[in-house]
């Protein structure tokens, strides 16, 4: 299957998911403010800089390869979008252990809820949420 129409679905797909992503994010760092120290607030922002980022980075990394290539594979595409998520996504959680301090649980606790929010696509996909 090579890339057409059906790539400016994915990215579409894409864009909600981030959507989904940041919602929750958004929604977690208010919850953070509320119940919790400045010390805590930082740690849940960079959770969910983790979770988000690497998505962005995958995101672009697959849409600057069919931008060079436009007969690539999607299968290719989504590989190296996953690759680069989970990649930059250790990088980052390594580099925060070792050089900044955090409270781990709510970083952990950030990422994963985030990371959640990618199962909100469903939902944020219907027309009257649609954006695009």
């Known amino acids: ?5 059906g790539c400016n679905d994915i990215f579409s797909a894409a864009k909600i998911i981030l959507l989904g992503q940041l919602i929750l ?3 977690f760092i208010i919850f953070i403010c509320i119940i919790n ?3 805590g607030v930082k740690s849940a ?7 988000v980022i690497p998505s962005l980075l995958g995101r672009g990394s697959a849409a600057y390869k069919l931008k060079i290539n436009k007969d690539v594979n999607i299968r290719y595409l989504a590989k190296l979008n996953l690759l680069v998520k989970w990649v930059y996504t250790a990088l980052m959680i390594l580099a925060v252990a070792r050089f900044i301090p955090v409270d781990n649980k709510v970083m952990l606790l950030a990422y994963s809820v985030t990371f959640l929010g990618c199962f909100l696509t469903p939902i944020l996909n219907k027309p009257q949420f649609r954006m695009t």
């Open 37 to 39: 120290n400045t010390f």
């Open 25 to 27: 994010g958004f929604l």
């Open 1 to 5: 299957m090579k890339a057409d129409s």
């Open 45 to 51: 922002i960079i959770g969910v800089a983790i979770a």
